[in-house]
T-cell receptor, first 109, second 115 residues
Framework: AQRVTQPEKLLSVFKGAPVELKCNYSYSGSPELFWYVQYSRQRLQLLLRHISRESIKGFTADLNKGETSFHLKKPFAQEEDSAMYYCALSGTGFQKLVFGTGTRLLVSP | EPEVTQTPSHQVTQMGQEVILRCVPISNHLYFYWYRQILGQKVEFLVSFYNNEISEKSEIFDDQFSVERPDGSNFTLKIRSTKLEDSAMYFC?????????????FGSGTRLTVV
């Protein structure tokens, strides 16, 4: 079974501080991992996918198969980063996305 | 960037009424999904649809729910007899048929309020 765990419900940091949003997963095959961001209950926007290995808005995430983790990082948080962040996993063959419970990031001035 | 369009953005309905939520997927996408998000809770999978049939559904997707692609473009979710607990944000998502394509693209959602 596919499972995504985001242990922190809320992460509160000051502007300019580093951020790490944790995500661990459970899947027996080769997963696709994603990070989605949701601003004020709007649409879910794709932030990162592990296949592309790119940096969006200063965020990066590395898939660690040994630790089954896909943590999201940003070296210097900005106030506009305040949002809900969801880690999600898809199995092979374009299966459904399974979401974690989300972490609310709050960046204070 | 291509978008997934959902209508209506907000629907209020009386308990027991039928509702149809509509989604216009990105034109070359082959895989379609419905998710829901009850206020303050996580995003939950409802159903996936490929090649004009359901490929997977969750335990939430019971007999009161149905999906179809009636005209080859729109992708609809029907709830036959709404209950109070169906109040939620419903998101449509689509994906292309290639791994190199984008990830899952979500629409802006329909906020369903059952009164």
């Amino acid at each position: 079974a596919q499972r995504v765990t985001q242990p922190e419900k809320l992460l509160s940091v000051f502007k300019g501080a580093p951020v790490e949003l944790k995500c661990n997963y459970s899947y027996s095959g080769s997963p696709e991992l994603f990070w989605y961001v949701q601003y004020s209950r709007q649409r879910l926007q794709l932030l990162l996918r592990h296949i592309s290995r790119e940096s969006i808005k200063g965020f990066t995430a590395d898939l660690n198969k040994g630790e089954t983790s896909f943590h999201l990082k940003k070296p210097f948080a900005q106030e506009e980063d305040s949002a809900m962040y969801y880690c999600a996993l898809s199995g092979t063959g374009f299966q459904k996305l399974v979401f974690g419970t989300g972490t609310r990031l709050l960046v204070s001035p | 960037e291509p978008e997934v369009t959902q209508t209506p953005s907000h629907q209020v309905t009386q308990m027991g009424q039928e509702v149809i939520l509509r989604c216009v997927p990105i034109s070359n996408h082959l895989y379609f999904y419905w998710y829901r998000q009850i206020l303050g809770q996580k995003v939950e999978f409802l159903v996936s649809f490929y090649n004009n049939e359901i490929s997977e559904k969750s335990e939430i997707f019971d007999d009161q729910f149905s999906v179809e692609r009636p005209d080859g473009s729109n992708f609809t979710l029907k709830i036959r007899s709404t209950k109070l607990e169906d109040s939620a944000m419903y998101f449509c998502a689509t994906r292309s048929g290639t791994v190199q394509g984008y990830g899952y693209t979500f629409g802006s959602g329909t906020r369903l309020t059952v009164v």
